[in-house]
């Protein structure tokens, strides 16, 4: 069975740091893109980030480019998102996603999420 499971949300003040990680267990991920969507209260799930399946390629959504990397670990079947500069507009449940592609997104499995809450 396939597990992912977030880790490193919390609570930080506006202009801060955090920074999520989604280990991924159960199969290996090694040959998909994996990526992390958010949905803020009463908004629909958004896309956030994703980084192809050896890392040599990555997108964001404009929002956060230049403020948030993504990057992976294979050999610890890990994805992180480093979040800089954080705003309270990025208040949001963080979820981790693995794709049934390589280097494009399409969530196949999903993790239960990560609370980020950003006060001014």
């Known amino acids: 069975q396939v597990h992912l499971v977030e880790s490193g949300g919390g609570l930080v003040q506006a202009g801060g740091s955090l920074r999520l990680s989604c280990a991924a267990s159960g199969r290996t991920f090694s040959t998909y893109a994996m990526g992390w969507f958010r949905q803020a209260p009463g908004k629909e799930r958004e896309f956030v980030a994703a980084i192809s399946w050896d890392g040599s390629s990555s997108q964001y959504v404009y929002s956060v480019k230049g403020r948030f990397t993504i990057s992976r670990d294979n050999a610890k079947n890990t994805v992180y998102l480093q979040m800089n500069s954080l705003e309270p507009e990025d208040t949001a449940v963080y979820y981790c996603?693995?794709?049934?592609?390589?280097?494009?997104?399409?969530?196949?499995?999903w993790g239960q999420g990560t609370q980020v809450t950003v006060s001014s």
């Open positions: 996603a693995v794709s049934i592609f390589a280097t494009t997104m399409e969530p196949a499995y």
